[in-house]
């Protein structure tokens, strides 16, 4: 069982950067495709990034290219979510997720192909 703790969650105000960190418990972690998704009240959870098993791939929502870096460090077993310019509608819960890739380069956008989540933490961007 892997168990992923996330930890940078904030109040931020609009326009601001933050940066979210998920250390995973696994002595096979560049077995692990990685990413983030999120959940506002009300919604369903949806995609933020993705990264491959060996960091080689790496893919993004359409609205939040250009602005959130995702990236990882095998050797450290932690992932990193870098979001910048962030907007009030982007307060939700944000969760780290690890599926077992397949390949790797295989990287997971939907919420019910992942195998492990975090416990999310809140991020809230004030206007």
């Known amino acids: 069982q892997v168990q992923l703790v996330e930890s940078g969650g904030a109040l931020v105000q609009a326009g601001a950067s933050l940066r979210l960190s998920c250390v995973a418990s696994t002595r096979t972690f560049s077995d692990y495709a990685m990413g983030w998704f999120r959940q506002a009240p009300g919604k369903e959870r949806e995609f933020v990034a993705a990264?491959?098993?060996?960091?080689?791939?790496?893919d993004y929502s359409d609205s939040v290219k250009g602005r959130f870096t995702i990236s990882r460090d095998n050797g450290k077993n932690m992932v990193y979510l870098e979001m910048n310019r962030l907007k009030p509608e982007e307060s939700a819960v944000y969760y780290c997720?690890?599926?077992?890739?397949?390949?790797?380069?295989?990287?997971?956008?939907?919420?019910?192909?992942?195998?492990?989540w975090g416990q999310g933490p809140q991020v809230t961007v004030s206007s």
């Open positions: 990264v491959s098993a060996l960091g080689g791939s790496i």
């Open positions: 997720a690890a599926r077992r890739a397949t390949s790797y380069v295989s990287m997971y956008r939907r919420a019910h192909e992942i195998d492990h």
